[in-house]
Every structure is written in C-alpha cells, then in structure tokens.
C-alpha cells in the first residue's frame, strides 16, 4: 500500500484544478467514492459511520442504488421492482439491512404462463423444460460439482490461480462443462434467471457464468441460502434509508469531469450536470465503484498499466424496463427461444443483441422487458429492438391484439455494461493477478462487478475485504 498523503499534496498537487471552483466549492475529505450503486454506498456507510472517515460521494443519478429500479404505480402506490428482484442471504447483508431499520420479507410471485417464440420471426418454438424433479437433481450435482471453486471467484479473484493450476473445467466453453458433466437439465433455471445476463452463456467461458449463475445461486434455488427483501416490496427503501444517513456526503447529479492522482492523494473536479455546479473535491484516497469501461475511466487519465489491464475487458449491455400495452396478455411471459430450441436442446440460446423476455409484472396491465446487448447496444438501440420485436409478435398473431402500435414505456433502465470477462489465454496468464495489483496505485482502490460479481450482498462483502487495505496507514 502506499503512504499516507503529505502536506505538500493540499498545496501543490491540486492547485491547478483549485481554480476550477470557488472556495466555497472545495471539499477536503479522507476518502471520496465515485459510484453510489450497491458498492459505492455500502462503503461510504462503514468508511464514514464504522471507520471514522470523512467522505463524498459522488452519484451521476439523483438517487443511490444503481440497478435496483422500483417503480411506483401513481395511482396505487403499489411498488414494483424491475431491476434487483432479490437480496442473497450471505455476508453482512442482514445486519446491513437491520442498522437502518428496513423489514425483511419475501420476494412476491407473479404466476404466469409461459410462451415460447422465437423472436426473429414471431413463430411459437415447441419447446418443453424438463420436470422440476429433474431440473432440481440435476441443479444439486452442479452445486457439488462448483463449489468446491467458489472461493477462487467470490467474493473477488485474489485467490484465482493461474496457468496450469486453474481447474480445466473452468476454462471450457460452457456448453462443453455441461454437456462433460450432464447438467442439461439444470440449464433452463440458470438461463432464466440470471444466466441470460452473459448472451448466449452456452458459448462464455465456464469461469464467467459461474459469476452470473454459481454456486450461491444455486444453493439459493436448493433453498440453502435465504434470499429476502424489504417487507415493504420496494428494494429502493434500504437505499433511501442510506441516502438520508449519508445525506449532505452525497454529490447527487454529479459526475467527475478530470482529476489529478498521485501517491500523495487525489484531486476530482466534479460537475453537477443539472446546476451546472463543479466542485473540486481533495482526498486522501479514491475509490471507485463504478465499472472501469472506457467512456467511465477517461476523467481518471489511466497509466499504462491500468489502461492495459481495462482494455482486455468484454462487457454486455444489460437493460430493463416496464411497458404497458394491452396487446399483451395478462399473466402471460413470452421468452424468447430459438426454433433450434425445440423440443428439449437447452443449449440452444439467441444470440446477442436480443430481448430475453417480456414478463407480466402485476397492476392494470404492467410488462417487465429484459433486453441483452452486446457491447454496441445503446440504450437507443434497446428500445428500437424491443420494438421491432414487439412489431414481430403483432404481425405473427401471437398478442391478443394485431394492430400496428408503439410500445408505451412506464419506466426504463440501463444496467450495462456489466459481466465483465476476458479471454481464457489471459485467465491462464495471470490477468486476475494484474487486475487486483491495480489496487492503492495512486491513492486509488476499485470496487464493483469488474472486481467481484454482480450481486449486490457479494459485493458487500468485497468491499469488507477492500476497506482495510484501503484505510490502511490513514490517520
């Protein structure tokens, strides 16, 4: 780790960017955090509230949370989570839930029918799940067969191997980890869950699924590991609770516009970007709990290493909404499948970009949508395929109504990019190892799924095991 910051750093380090701001806009902090997602604001809470350090945090949304997205119905106030369904039970995450008073209760349950077509072409597929006995079986041999690897990946890669020593398994396409061990019938529960977050997961590197689908989940879907939510039905309320703690430590609407970092410390200029109001922000370190993709890091002007180590990054682009549109049937999910898929080919997965699936999510007539990118997809771009997918199911006959209409959009989210993974020459040669070597190199740690994985109580306890190396020699 590096030392601690020098009285020189307040004075010469960041006076360039002093100008940039009046004085009144200059903050002097120990940590600063960009990111106010699961990582971001997790941290903030023990760095300030359990470790006695000052700190901002910096959140480009008017809300903290990221990917969470409750909405609530105006008429009925009944909320409705789109984004994070569910909190996993492991960690901290109950005591993290207690210290502000949210209730914990079960996820609701919408019961729908399920519709099988393929998107492309708006033809139904004939394809039929195995029995849930036999999805079950098959689900417990997979937990056998991957847990015993689970400290290699969660909560982070520090103890990943490298070369030789990685376990083969994990470096197989994963319809060939699959297919070697006879896990087919656990395939359709991974895929409709969170597996379908990666593409077309059959063809990711075995590694990089286990991070969307592994071992906690299956335990989860085993009933071995609890999984809950605010009693409220509404995830947002635990991140509200943490705002109003937080509350003037947050830089709402803000995000970094350049910076300044050095082993002496830390210099962010940040621009609310509704005001228009830019704060210069000192701090001894850095944490960034935001994804580190090229349009995220180019305020942080990467040294070499950092930017050869980010470049090697792949991501999907992950979005999610809720629409209304009376062409859709109550209690009705139309998933999409390709034909090759029929009758029991659970290897069979589109291909990306597509929408993953259209849910009925409860109320008058609200539909979830889930739509995986690639890493060209916009948010743009997600809508207009929805869209053109949408027009597809009208003109195949397969809604209740057939004339041409536009979608109508009640709430949208972009979750990407997020499963980052790179490829298997440069797991074997030791790219976790030069991923984790990043942390502390000019006053800077990183959080988030490109270090951990994307559920947010496992991300909780990264940052457990980050924070000590972080505040480590700060007085």
């Known amino acids: ?29 120990d940590v600063v955090i960009v990111g106010g997602g699961a990582s971001g604001a997790y941290a903030a809470v023990r760095i300030r509230d359990d470790f006695g350090k000052s700190i901002a945090l910096v959140e480009k949304e008017s809300i903290l949370g990221g990917h969470v997205d409750s909405y609530v119905d ?11 369904k569910t909190f996993l039970d492991t960690g901290n995450a109950t005591g993290f839930f207690d210290r502000f008073g949210i209730a914990r209760g079960s996820s609701p349950t919408v019961p729908v ?47 990943f191997p490298v070369g030789d020593d990685i376990p083969s398994d994990l470096l197989l396409p994963y319809a060939d980890f699959i297919t070697k061990h006879g896990l087919q019938d656990a395939v359709p529960l ?28 299956a335990r989860a879907m085993l009933g071995k590991q609890n999984m809950f939510v605010p009693a409220s039905g509404r995830n947002q309320d635990l991140y509200d609770a943490v705002a ?25 200029t940040v ?18 709990a935001i994804e580190p993709t090229a349009s995220n890091m180019a305020p942080f002007d990467l040294d070499a290493d950092e930017q050869a180590v ?15 549109n009376r062409a859709f049937a109550t209690n009705a999910s139309y998933f999409n499948l390709p034909a090759s898929a029929a009758p029991s080919n659970y290897l069979a997965l589109p291909d990306p970009s597509f929408t993953a699936r259209i849910d009925y999510f409860g109320g008058a007539h609200l539909f979830r949508v889930t739509v995986v990118g690639d890493q060209t997809l916009d948010a743009a771009g ?92 700060l007085n």
């Open 74 to 84: 105006p008429q009925t106030g009944t909320p409705y989570d789109y984004g994070v």
């Open 1 to 29: 780790m590096l030392s601690l910051t020098t009285s020189i750093f307040g004075l010469v380090a960041v006076a360039p960017l002093v100008s940039a701001a009046s004085q009144s806009n200059v903050l002097n902090k």
């Open 113 to 159: 029918t399920t519709e099988y077509i393929d998107f492309l072409t708006g033809e139904t597929v004939n394809f039929t799940a195995p029995p849930m006995a036999d999805q079950m079986s098959a689900m417990a041999k997979f937990l056998d067969i991957v847990e015993p690897w689970e400290s290699l990946m969660q909560p982070s890669y520090t103890k």
């Open 190 to 217: 991974m895929y409709q869950s969170t597996g379908l977050g990666l593409g077309n997961m059959a063809q990711e590197t075995t590694l990089f699924v286990l991070q969307g689908f592994g071992a906690s989940m």
């Open 271 to 288: 621009q609310n970007h509704k005001t228009n109001e830019t704060t210069v922000i000192h701090a001894k370190r850095l944490l960034l």
């Open 244 to 268: 109003d703690s937080l509350h003037s430590d947050i830089l709402y609407s803000s995000t970094v516009v350049r910076s300044k970092r050095s082993a002496s410390g830390v210099s962010l």
């Open 382 to 473: 997600a809508k207009k395929l929805v869209q053109k997918d949408f027009d597809t199911l009208l003109e195949a006959g397969r809604l209740t109504e057939s004339r041409k209409q536009e979608l109508s959009w009640v709430d949208f989210s972009a979750h990407g990019p997020m499963h980052a993974r790179v490829s298997v020459a440069d797991v074997k040669d030791g790219y976790f190892k030069k991923l984790y070597g990043l942390q502390g190199g000019r006053s800077t740690w990183w959080t988030g799924g490109a270090f951990s994985v994307n559920f947010q109580t496992t991300l909780w306890e990264f940052d457990e095991l980050l924070i000590p190396e972080l505040l480590e020699g």
């Open 310 to 324: 980010f470049d090697k990054f792949v991501y999907s682009n992950e979005y999610t909404g809720l629409v209304d």
